[in-house]
Nanobody, 121 residues
Framework: QVHLVESGGGLVQAGGSLRLSCTAS????????MGWYRQAPGKQRELVAK???????TYAESVKGRFTISRGDIKNTVHLQMNTLKPEDTAVYYC???????????????WGQGTQVTVSS
């Protein structure tokens, strides 16, 4: 099992910034991904950004140039710096940890409890 603790989020005006953080603990294998997904009301959960244990980073097209995912100083921590926020960024943001080490746990997904990000116009 992997336990994810999220922090950050809140209410901000359009054009503002927020920072989300997530720390994973538990059964962490060497090859993995950590990242952020979001889900707006009535929509499917979608990828925002993720970072592989090799440091390969993937961003959704809608956030490129505005959001930055990075590793924290604390092991198994990732941050999502969100700048130039738009009302369409409003959603519940979920931290994700995915096992990618070959073996019986390959592909297992773990999720944080979610944190609300609201961007007012």
């Amino acid at each position: 099992q992997v336990h994810l603790v999220e922090s950050g989020g809140g209410l901000v005006q359009a054009g503002g910034s927020l920072r989300l953080s997530c720390t994973a603990s538990g059964m962490i294998f060497s090859i993995n991904e950590m990242g952020w997904y979001r889900q707006a009301p009535g929509k499917q959960r979608e990828l925002v950004a993720k970072i592989h244990s090799s440091d390969w980073i993937t961003y959704a097209e809608s956030v490129k140039g505005r959001f930055t995912i990075s590793r924290g100083d604390i092991k198994n921590t990732v941050h999502l710096q969100m700048n130039t926020l738009k009302p369409e960024d409003t959603a519940v943001y979920y931290c994700n940890h995915r096992h990618l080490t070959p073996g019986p746990n390959y592909g297992n997904d773990y999720w944080g409890q979610g944190t609300q990000v609201t961007v007012s116009s």
